[in-house]
C-alpha cells in the first residue's frame, strides 16, 4: 500500500497532503511563480534502492510495458490500504477475544489458534507492537515463532525475539517476558525456616512467616505452587523438635500427602498443578532431613498433620515478594 496520504506515527497524526501529486507537479508551481528550491543530495544517489526504483526501473516499465503504470500502481495502492486498513480492524476484534490477564497482556493460545492465518499474522503484530516490542523486532519472523509456539504440544516453552524478549507459552497462555540474566541468582541448597519468625528467600522470590498457633488453616489451596499466598499447619510438638529448611526441587522427590494413600512424586504433581517448568525451581519446597514436610499450595506429609482443630501447631505463610 505504500505510504498513506494519513497515518499515526509516535503518537502524532502525520498528514502527507502532496502524496498524491506527480513528483514534477511542484517543481512547475514553483518555477511558474519564479520561486528556488533546493532538493535534498541522496534523492539522486544510486546508493539508495527508492532512487533505483524510481529513476531506473519505473522508467523501462513505462516504456516497455505500460506509458500508465505509476497511475496504475497509486492506484493499486489506495485499495490495498483500505484493504490494509479492513484487515487490520477485523485483525484487532479478533485478537480482543483471545487477551486474558490484567490488561490483556497474555493470550489465550486455543483461542489464537482457531483464528485464520491471515488475521492471525496481523493479531500478533497488533499484541506484540502495544506489548511495546520495537519495530525492528515485529516481522516475520516473529510472527512465525509465535505460530511454532502455539502448536508446541508441552506444557510449557518459549521462544527468542531478540534484544532480550521472548515470548513464553504456559499451558494456555501466552505472555512476553524478558530473558533470564546471564548471572541470574541461583537457588541456594537450603534455607532454615525461622519458627517462629520471618525466611526471607529472595532467589525464590518469597518470604515465609512462621508463628505458634493453634488448629489448621481452613481455605483450600489451589495447587502446588499455582496461586500464593499459601499456608500450612504443622504439629506443633514435632514441628519443635525437627530442624526444617526450605529448598529447591530435586529428582525423585516424593511426598506422602495428607489425606491420600502411599507417596506421590513431587514431578507429577507439578505437571498436574500445571505449573510451568520455569517456574518448578522457583517453589521452595519444605524439607526435614530427606522428607518433604510441605509443597506450598498444595498438601502436607500426613505425619506432620496437626492433630485437631484446636490441637497446638507451627502455621507457615508464604507469599511472593511485594504480595
Avoid: H
Avoid at 502532496?18 to 517543481?27: Q, T
Avoid at 522427590?253 to 504433581?269: F, H, N, V, Y
Amino acid at each position: 500500500g505504500g505510504m498513506a496520504p494519513a497515518a499515526g506515527v509516535a503518537g502524532l497524526r502525520l498528514l502527507r497532503p502532496m502524496l498524491g501529486l506527480d513528483r514534477e507537479a511542484p517543481r512547475d508551481f514553483l518555477r511558474a511563480a519564479g520561486i528556488a528550491w533546493r532538493e535534498d543530495a541522496s534523492n539522486r544517489s544510486p546508493r539508495f534502492r527508492r532512487n533505483r526504483v524510481r529513476r531506473e526501473i519505473l522508467p523501462l516499465i513505462e516504456r516497455r510495458l505500460n506509458p500508465s503504470a505509476v497511475e496504475a500502481l497509486a492506484r493499486t495502492a489506495d485499495l490495498l490500504r483500505e484493504e490494509d486498513a479492513w484487515m487490520d480492524e477485523a485483525a484487532r476484534r479478533r485478537l480482543a477475544g483471545c487477551r486474558t490477564g490484567t490488561g490483556g497482556r497474555r493470550l489465550d493460545a486455543d483461542r489464537l489458534r482457531r483464528v485464520p492465518i491471515p488475521l492471525r499474522r496481523r493479531a500478533w503484530r497488533l499484541w506484540l507492537q502495544a506489548a511495546g516490542v520495537p519495530a525492528g523486532r515485529i516481522d516475520a519472523a516473529a510472527v512465525a515463532r509465535g505460530d511454532a509456539l502455539l502448536e508446541r504440544r508441552d506444557g510449557s516453552a518459549w521462544m527468542p525475539l531478540g534484544g532480550g524478549l521472548r515470548l513464553e507459552r504456559r499451558y494456555a497462555e501466552i505472555r512476553l517476558a524478558r530473558m533470564p540474566a546471564p548471572g541470574a541468582r541461583r537457588a541456594p541448597a537450603r534455607v532454615p525456616l525461622a519458627a517462629p519468625g520471618v525466611t526471607e528467600l529472595p532467589a525464590f522470590g518469597c518470604r515465609a512467616r512462621a508463628d505458634w498457633a493453634r488448629g489448621f488453616p481452613t481455605a483450600a489451596d489451589a495447587g502446588a505452587g499455582c496461586r500464593l499466598p499459601a499456608a500450612c499447619a504443622l504439629d506443633r510438638r514435632r514441628a519443635a523438635a525437627a530442624t526444617l529448611f526450605f529448598r529447591a526441587r530435586k529428582p525423585g522427590d516424593r511426598i506422602a500427602p495428607l489425606g491420600l494413600r502411599g507417596r506421590r512424586k513431587l514431578q507429577d504433581i507439578l505437571v498436574d498443578a500445571r505449573l510451568p517448568r520455569a517456574e518448578r525451581d522457583r517453589l521452595p519446597i519444605l524439607v526435614c532431613g530427606r522428607e518433604i514436610v510441605w509443597v506450598p499450595g498444595y498438601r502436607i506429609a500426613r505425619a506432620w498433620a496437626v492433630a485437631g482443630p484446636d490441637a497446638p501447631a507451627l502455621r507457615i505463610r508464604i507469599e511472593r515478594n511485594g504480595g
